[in-house]
């Protein structure tokens, strides 16, 4: 008995093992076909051999996860080339990401090499931090530590035999991930961050030995890490001496890493204790379940995940009261609303909650209203001898500003009429190349400034007041208000406690008055609630501003006066006449219906007779009479030349016999006879 054996050796062993991987067919011993047949079920006379020819490029179903790059090891397999921080055989794994100072914890963590790496050593990183100072890394032997890594200035700073440094260029304190990777190579050390080579400079040899220890995030003891910046605040992941890993927390794929020897106060993941949860609770009244005293609550886990009160989408949590806008600002968020103030309502009072080191002036200023008012003021706010008042006069936009030097205020009054009840508005804005203000309003330049604008004082913790000149003084204006905005910065028509979340970014106007009880949205005076409109005339509200739409018969402003019906000249073809309650119609000659506007069918009634044809002419009528008829209405016989009538005066019929139309002939009487 022999046996054939085809793809593989008997008993091959080799790893891996040398067997044939590819497609057979037609293979024919004697004659017998012996491959391809399909072998008996449970023989072991084939294995791995499958019917058919159709294996493709494993690389073909892309593989490899995160970006990895596959490459196609043969037919059957391939291999994923991982990037940073990826890891596995489909790069599916990522290594664990180390927080350091969460909590502002005193963390570290130290590795111990456990071979010789020599003379070239790499050693790399992702940093993540907003700290811009920090101790990262720190390789030592018992005598010395000859490579420090620290952060100054949110700039890598290296350190070699306590002597040569290095400083990065680019500032890593952002927020985000960078790959940090330092190459000692012999007699030169060399920075590089995110593929981007930082610096490099001539170095005294080191050497790394068995036994040598890796710090990372600080040193045991506080005084030593003060030194480089303090303890790390911040994350680390995906560390590695060389080729060699030096892992956190290991991931389940083997690699070769060094030996973690000591974990303190680091955490697993990079969930940061929230920059902005922290601040966020330092000045609003929450508890640490995110419940306040008026019973607002947000929900904590929201802030778990993030960062910075950028990154927080407030208008997710539905801060705002109802009817308003919530609006997301670059570190919180504004309820915008439009409200509507009256005289009965009180005036609206603001302040800015910072009044020192805003680095940014007041360089724009805008609002919107909606009045039918000739005269009111607006806003106000004064400071010494600096104010800005926004009024109308003469419905026109009046701004008033000094800048608080004598002769250097200015009032100018824009040109087109705005108490039109429609909506209008106004903005403020410096003109940019001058230092002069533009006043627009409805987006036309109305105005630039004549005097030097100074509005910064907006933003020290001056009163601002909206509606009136001063918090006692009656409210002035009355109609609806737009969003007011000074230097980028809502003036909310809310107060604070109206709303559900205090607004988290540090710098804002509040609404002050705690009397002022603005009614939210736009709504117009109810003019027509009292239906001013008499004789059932139908009131418009154009916004506090009625208008009547009257019945015919009525007119007026309150369709009061009865209306003069002819003044509409109702009559087409005829005079019109006022009669009680209406009016009447004179038609001329040739037309009729109740407006004259009809022309008179003279035919329809004619007295055209015996089939006589009417004939419309210039308000008359003719008849056209068939041949047997005359006459004006055809109803006169048209004699035929009478034998007997024609010749009445000399062939009359004698003895009295008179002569018959009907035939002609005398009809005598009786005694007399023939023809005459
Ligand atoms: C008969 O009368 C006609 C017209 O009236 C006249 O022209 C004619 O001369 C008369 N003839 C005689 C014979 O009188
Ligand atoms: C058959 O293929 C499987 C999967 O590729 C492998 O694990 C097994 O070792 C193969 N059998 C032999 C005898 O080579
Ligand atoms: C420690 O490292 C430094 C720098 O490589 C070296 O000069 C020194 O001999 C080392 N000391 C020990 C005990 O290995
Ligand atoms: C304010 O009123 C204007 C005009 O009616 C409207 O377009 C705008 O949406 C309103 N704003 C808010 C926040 O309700
Ligand atoms: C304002 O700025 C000064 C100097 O720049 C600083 O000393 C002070 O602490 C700052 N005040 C606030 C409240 O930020
Ligand atoms: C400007 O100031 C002067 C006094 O300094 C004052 O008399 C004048 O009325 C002011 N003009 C305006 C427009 O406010
Ligand atoms: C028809 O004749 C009568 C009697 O002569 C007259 O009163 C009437 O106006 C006439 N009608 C028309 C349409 O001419
Ligand atoms: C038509 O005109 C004639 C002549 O002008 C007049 O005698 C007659 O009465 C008119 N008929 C009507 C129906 O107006
Ligand atoms: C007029 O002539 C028609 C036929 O053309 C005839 O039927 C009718 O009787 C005549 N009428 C008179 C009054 O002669
Ligand atoms: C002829 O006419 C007259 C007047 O109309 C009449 O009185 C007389 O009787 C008539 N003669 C005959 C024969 O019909």
């Known amino acids: 008995i022999a046996h054939l054996f085809i793809g593989a050796g008997p008993g091959d062993k080799t790893e891996p093992p040398r067997v044939f991987l590819g497609c057979l067919r037609d293979v024919l011993v004697d004659s017998h076909l012996v491959v391809p047949v399909m072998s008996a079920e449970g023989s072991d006379t084939q294995v791995n051999v499958t019917m058919g020819c159709n294996d493709n490029d494993k690389c073909d179903d892309g593989p490899c996860q995160n970006r990895g790059r596959c490459v196609s090891q043969g037919w059957r397999s391939y291999m994923c080339e991982c990037h940073r921080p990826y890891e596995g055989g489909n790069c599916a794994e990522e290594y664990i990401t180390a927080r350091f100072g969460s909590k502002d914890l005193e963390s570290y963590a130290v590795f111990s090499i456990d071979d010789d790496p020599g003379e070239t050593l790499t050693v790399s990183l992702f940093v993540r931090t907003r700290q811009p100072r920090g101790l990262l890394l720190i390789l030592a032997n018992s005598t010395s530590q000859y490579l420090r890594l620290w952060l100054d200035q949110g700039r890598v700073k290296i350190q070699v035999n306590n002597f040569e440094t290095l400083l990065g260029q680019s500032v890593i304190s952002d927020g985000h991930f960078h790959l940090v990777t330092v190459k000692l190579d012999g007699p030169e050390v060399t920075l590089t961050q995110s593929a981007q080579v930082q610096s490099s400079r001539p170095i005294r040899h080191i050497w790394a030995h068995h036994g040598d220890r890796v710090f990372v995030g600080g040193l045991a003891d506080p005084r030593a890490s003060a030194t480089f ?10 560390l590695r001496v060389n080729n060699k890993r030096l892992q956190f927390y290991p991931i389940p794929s083997f690699v070769e890493s060094y030996k973690l020897e000591q974990l303190l106060t680091v955490s697993p993941g990079c969930s940061s204790d929230n920059a902005c949860a922290v601040s966020y609770w330092q000045y609003t009244p929450f508890d640490r379940q995110g419940r306040t005293v008026n019973s607002r609550w947000i929900d904590l886990s929201f802030f778990s995940l993030l960062k910075r009160c950028e990154e927080v989408k407030w208008c997710e949590l539905s801060p705002c009261p109802a009817s308003t806008v919530c609006q997301q600002t670059s570190r919180g968020f504004e309820c915008l609303s439009n409200v509507t103030v009256r005289p009965e309502s009180a005036i609206l009072h603001y302040r ?58 200015s009032s100018v009054q824009s040109e087109r009429p705005v108490s039109d009840g429609e909506w209008h508005s106004v903005s403020l804005g410096v003109h940019d190349r001058a230092s002069k203000w533009i006043i627009n309003v409805d987006g036309n330049t109305e105005e630039i400034f004549i005097g030097v604008a100074d509005l910064d004082f907006l933003l020290e913790g001056t009163d601002i007041f909206i509606g009136g000149l001063s918090l006692d ?65 139908l009131c418009e509200d154009l916004f506090d501003l009625h208008h009547c739409n009257c019945p015919s018969t009525w007119s007026g402003s309150l369709c009061q006066e009865p209306s003069d019906p002819c003044v509409a000249k109702p009559c087409v073809y005829g005079n019109c006449r006022n009669t009680p309650g209406g009016y009447r119609c004179e038609c001329e000659q040739g037309f009729t219906g109740a407006q004259c506007e009809m022309e008179v069918d003279l035919c329809v009634n004619s007295n055209c007779s015996n089939g006589a044809t009417c004939l419309k002419g210039v308000q008359n009528y003719s008849c056209l009479c068939p041949q047997n008829l005359t006459g004006q209405y055809c109803n006169l016989p048209l004699l035929p030349v009478s034998k007997c009538s024609g010749t009445r005066w000399n062939f009359s019929c004698f003895n009295g016999g008179n002569c018959s139309v009907v035939d002609d002939n005398c009809l005598c009487l009786p005694g007399f006879s023939g023809q005459w």
């Open 352 to 409: 800015n909650n910072r009044n020192n080191n805003r680095t940014v002036g007041v360089t724009s200023v805008s609002l919107g209203f909606r009045t039918r008012q000739t005269v009111a003021t607006i806003l106000h706010a004064q400071r010494g001898s600096k104010y800005i008042t926004v009024s109308l006069r003469d419905s026109r936009v009046v701004v008033e500003h000094s800048a608080g030097v004598e002769h250097d205020n």
């Open 229 to 238: 910046g303090g303890y790390f605040k911040g994350c680390v992941q995906d």
């Open 473 to 537: 003084s009656p409210v002035s204006f009355s109609g609806c208000l737009a969003p007011v905005e000074i230097g980028g910065l809502l003036l909310p028509f809310h107060l604070d406690t109206d709303l559900k979340l205090l607004r988290p970014q540090e710098e804002q106007f509040s609404q002050l008055n705690v009397n002022a009880h603005p009614h939210y949205g736009c709504w117009g005076a109810s003019v027509c609630a009292s239906n001013p409109c008499q004789n059932q005339g």
